[in-house]
């Protein structure tokens, strides 16, 4: 069973500032996605990766697959990028998910 | 484009009774996937299926089940509720299978009382 931990839990930062959320696992995964889930519950999928590095706006996600390990950036941080980060990795046994980052930006 | 369509948003049932949940995928996916989200659990796999049959399955007693319609909608049901079953209940849904992304709806609220 894949275990999949997440750091920091929690993260309040000022408006602009450059943001890292790391994510490691345990076991060999066929991707790694990258969520947000909003205060109501609603997830959107950020990223889906299984190699090297992609880039959304001011999102930015890479993975290193012989470390067995992610990150997720975010640059000149925003209030509304306030929300629950998680990382989950896809294997043959569904998805297994991190406790999740919660962020605050403050402006 | 609809996304996937959750109902019902929110939900209170009774300990012992059962409860069904429905998702309704992007239209042309063909795999449907829940999860609970409890806070203490955080996001955990229930299940999955793709052209109507279970293609896994996570930790969850026998009590939770599934099935998927010809038109890849998906039904979950839980009997005998629990108060531990409180919950938020996600479904995900994807072309085929785990090498694409997923699109989650917005969840159904389960409160049980």
């Known amino acids: 069973k894949n275990e999949v931990e997440q750091s920091p839990q929690n993260l309040t930062a000022q408006e602009g500032e450059f943001i890292t959320i790391n994510c490691s696992y345990s076991v060999g995964i066929s991707a790694l996605h990258w969520l947000q889930q909003h205060p109501g519950g609603g997830i959107v999928s950020l990223f889906m990766l299984s190699s090297g590095k992609k880039k959304h706006g001011r999102l930015i996600a890479t993975i290193n697959i012989q470390e067995k390990h992610s990150s997720l950036h975010i640059t000149a941080s925003h209030p509304r990028d306030s929300a629950v980060y998680i990382c989950?990795?896809?294997?043959?046994?569904?998805?297994?998910f991190g406790k999740g980052t919660h962020l605050i930006i403050q402006p | 484009k609809a996304g996937v369509t959750q109902t019902p948003r929110y939900l209170i049932k009774t300990r012992g009774q059962q409860v069904t949940l429905s998702c309704s995928p992007i239209?042309?996916?063909?795999?449907v996937s829940w999860y609970q989200q409890t806070p203490g659990q955080g996001l955990q796999f229930l299940f999955e299926y793709f052209s109507e049959t279970q293609r896994n399955k996570g930790n969850f007693p026998g009590r939770f089940s599934g099935r998927q319609f010809s038109n890849s909608r998906s039904e979950m049901n839980v009997s005998t509720l629990e108060l531990g079953d409180s919950a938020l209940y996600l479904c995900?849904?994807?072309?085929?299978?785990?090498?694409?992304?997923?699109?989650f709806g917005s969840g159904t609220r389960l409160t049980v009382v």
């Open positions: 239209s042309g996916h063909r795999s």
């Open positions: 995900a849904s994807s072309l085929a299978d785990r090498y694409y992304g997923y699109t």
């Open positions: 989950a990795v896809g294997g043959a046994d569904g998805l297994t």
